[in-house]
């Protein structure tokens, strides 16, 4: 419910209650001929690497805590390095 009130909204401190689901759709959009992807495609390398990290970051996420799992060192280094890899193409772009 949340996240229709930040769809209409200028508020953004709802975004920190977004998920990697949520911000996939909003970077990558749905389908590919989204036009969402023109406000991002000179910040990451191409449409499926973006779409490809976030899609499993949020995998990762629903195995992880929020549903009474833990996840392996393993899982663990994949999300740490997913999240560096997409907010490093983020910080360089504002560069």
């Known amino acids: 419910p949340e996240i229709n009130e930040l769809m209409s909204s200028q508020d953004f401190k709802l975004l920190e209650k977004m998920t990697f689901k949520h911000l996939q759709m909003i970077i990558t959009g749905q389908p590919i001929e989204s036009p ?3 406000y991002f495609k000179n910040i990451f390398p191409d449409y499926y690497f973006a779409n490809t990290r976030l899609r499993e970051c949020n995998n990762l996420r629903n195995k ?8 392996d060192s393993k ?3 994949t999300l740490e390095n997913n999240t ?3 907010i490093g193409y983020i910080n360089e772009y504002l560069k």
């Open 36 to 38: 969402n992807w023109d």
């Open 84 to 86: 560096d890899e997409l």
């Open 75 to 77: 899982q663990e280094k």
């Open 64 to 71: 992880g805590p929020y549903h009474t799992h833990t996840l």
